[in-house]
């Protein structure tokens, strides 16, 4: 607890700096609350910073019996929210009819009548948060009744109308039957991300995002296990091929920002990173952000189209990560470009990141790269090795910070000669290059 005179000192600052620092304390979900009991005059100051991080509701009456309790006075600071869409609670069908001896009981609600007080309920729940930006539909990813999937378009509709000014959405879960029309409403929308499927044909799809005028970032996250297993190109919901194409790509021409998030069973095909898509991406001027999480490794051929994608693109950012990545295809394909700024980069061990900034360090003293600022090197957690997060949302993403992963300036393992791997990292730190860990937890 900190002591009056240095609560008193912390007051001289400016109120700017000070918010500047309850921002960067309260945002994350990382940081436990701690700040706000350090005295009334810093909770008073600071406790609408709390209400700026993420907040995940695993169901409709977890997000209403939220709101019942928070200030209502800080919900206009609520900026993301995560919201899973679960099933109406059915019990009400099973309670006995009113009898005459209770006339002012209400008259027991239908199904259907069930699932527009439903909707009335969430209508009212985001009229409480008018300054969202980002939100994240969850829907149950087993198989659906009727009712549900009607209930769920309705709920994005809803969302459509309701929050007009949003400019981040992601639909995680089944949305295999749910058409993307509702999109349309939201024009301002700036990243999309979904898993490239929905009820909507690949045709439309295109017209649909060609039409949101200020799109620039998207991701596709594949779930396999919603697909067909004979194929995995298609639902095992709706029988219906992927709705994103590369066809679809070419429609988007503001596209700054493209992410790839495959967890593939083996052997299974590859959705997204086909040279058909990656192809596609070659006309877009705007694109300088390349994102690939994989769960596998990439062939030769798919490797040389990257290759090839790269050579001819302005990429700035970019981050490669699959299990078994080996340093030397970042050579062996001429990944890292002149144009490069930002290289995300999985590194197995010490003795990769080393073999990995080598190369960049003697081109660098060359002459070349002369773009490149920061190296970010991904290792997994020595207690959950195998744990992935399916989030590009990196500090420079534009986007956000992934909560579970950490950026660090130490070297992985302890066998390896660290001081070599200093070393190194000294140099191109001499040269302009940074050189950090992001470390992934659960």
């Not at 929050?163 to 949305?175: K, Q, S, V, Y």
């Not at 992410?259 to 990173?273: M, N």
Request: aromatic share 8%.
């Amino acid at each position: 607890m900190a002591s009056h005179e240095d609560a008193t000192l912390f007051f001289t600052l400016p109120l700017e700096l000070r918010e500047h620092i309850y921002k960067e304390v309260l945002a994350s979900p990382a940081q436990g609350p701690e700040l706000l009991r350090t005295c009334r005059e810093i909770k008073t100051e600071a406790h609408k910073f709390l209400f700026q991080r993420p907040i995940n509701f695993h169901s409709q009456l977890s997000l209403y019996e939220w709101l019942d309790q928070a200030p209502h006075n800080l919900l206009p600071h609520v900026t993301e929210v995560s919201l899973t869409i679960q099933d109406v609670n059915f019990r009400t069908l099973l309670e006995p009819e009113a009898s005459n001896s209770q006339p002012t009981t209400p008259p027991r609600l239908l199904t259907s009548e069930l699932y527009e007080v439903e909707i009335g309920k969430l209508d009212q729940a985001l009229k409480q948060l008018p300054k969202v930006k980002t939100v994240t539909i969850r829907a149950l990813s087993t198989r659906q009744s009727f009712l549900y999937r009607d209930f769920l378009a309705k709920v994005l509709e809803l969302l459509s109308s309701m929050c007009p000014t949003l400019l981040d959405l992601r639909l995680e879960g089944n949305m295999h039957h749910q058409s993307l029309r509702f999109l349309t409403g939201l024009q301002h929308l700036r990243c999309f991300s979904f898993d490239g499927f929905s009820s909507t044909s690949a045709t439309e799809t295109a017209d649909i995002l060609a039409s949101l005028e200020h799109l620039s970032s998207l991701t596709l996250v594949s779930q396999h296990e919603l697909l067909m297993p004979s194929t995995y190109l298609q639902s095992g919901f709706t029988s219906k091929p992927q709705s994103f194409t590369g066809d679809v790509v070419r429609t988007i021409n503001q596209l700054a920002s493209f992410s790839v998030i495959e967890r593939t069973p083996t052997p299974s095909t590859t959705l997204f990173l086909t040279s058909e898509v990656l192809a596609s991406l070659q006309g877009h001027k705007a694109l300088n952000s390349l994102s690939i999480i994989l769960s596998y490794t990439p062939d030769d051929e798919t490797l040389l189209s990257l290759q090839e994608f790269l050579r001819r693109s302005d990429i700035h950012r970019l981050e490669l990560d699959w299990p078994d990545l080996k340093p030397g295809i970042l050579g062996e394909y001429s990944l890292v470009q002149e144009d490069l700024k930002t290289l995300w980069v999985r590194a197995q061990s010490a003795s990769d990141a080393y073999t990995a900034l080598v190369p960049i360090f003697e081109s660098r003293h060359e002459g070349g790269l002369p773009n490149l600022r920061k190296i970010v090197l991904i290792r997994a957690n020595k207690d959950d090795s195998k744990s992935r997060v399916a989030s590009s949302d990196r500090k420079d993403s534009g986007i956000g910070v992934s909560e579970n992963k950490k950026l660090h300036g130490a070297p992985i393992d302890r066998i390896f000669d660290k001081d070599e791997l200093c070393q190194i990292k000294r140099r191109l730190q001499v040269l302009g290059i940074q050189v950090l860990w992001c470390t992934e937890s659960e």
